[in-house]
C-alpha cells in the first residue's frame, strides 16, 4: 500500500514562500501522474498544479502560473510544490494526490497540510 506524508505547510505573510513536499512511501513505488489540491472551506478539492511521474511533464491552474512551480525528486519519491508571491486567497489546505496508472483516478491522499497567507 502506498502511502503519501506531506510537510511545509504554516502561516506566511502575503508576498512570502513556502515550500511543501510529498513522501510516496510503501511497496514499489510506480505511479503515473501526481498533483498538488486545495480545498477552500465549505468546498472540494481542486488541482492546482499536477506531474507526470514519466516525463515530469506539468500543468497548472491560471491563478498560480508564474507563482507555483511542482517538481519531483524521483531518487526519494518526493513531489515538491514551490509557492512564491503567495496571496491570501491561496489560503486553503493542500493535497497531494496520486493516479497510480492512466486509467485510475486520484485515489491516494496525503493527508492535508494548512497554508495561510496573512499579514
Known amino acids: 500500500q502506498v502511502q503519501l506524508v506531506e510537510s511545509g505547510g504554516g502561516l506566511v505573510q502575503p508576498g512570502g514562500s513556502l515550500r511543501l513536499s510529498c513522501a510516496a512511501s510503501?511497496?514499489?513505488?510506480?505511479?503515473?501522474?501526481m498533483a498538488w489540491f486545495r480545498q477552500f472551506p465549505g468546498k472540494g478539492r481542486v488541482s492546482v498544479a499536477a506531474?507526470?511521474?514519466?516525463?515530469?511533464?506539468?500543468d497548472y491552474i491560471d491563478s498560480v502560473k508564474g507563482r507555483f512551480t511542482i517538481s519531483i525528486d524521483k531518487a526519494k519519491n518526493t513531489v515538491f510544490l514551490q509557492m512564491n508571491s503567495l496571496k491570501p486567497e491561496d489560503t486553503a489546505v493542500y493535497y497531494c494526490?496520486?493516479?497510480?496508472?492512466?486509467?485510475?483516478?486520484?485515489?491516494?491522499w496525503g493527508q492535508g497540510t494548512q497554508v495561510t497567507v496573512s499579514s
Open positions: 510503501g511497496r514499489t513505488f510506480s505511479g503515473y501522474r
Open positions: 506531474i507526470n511521474w514519466s516525463d515530469s511533464s506539468t
Open positions: 494526490g496520486l493516479r497510480n496508472t492512466i486509467a485510475d483516478p486520484y485515489n491516494i
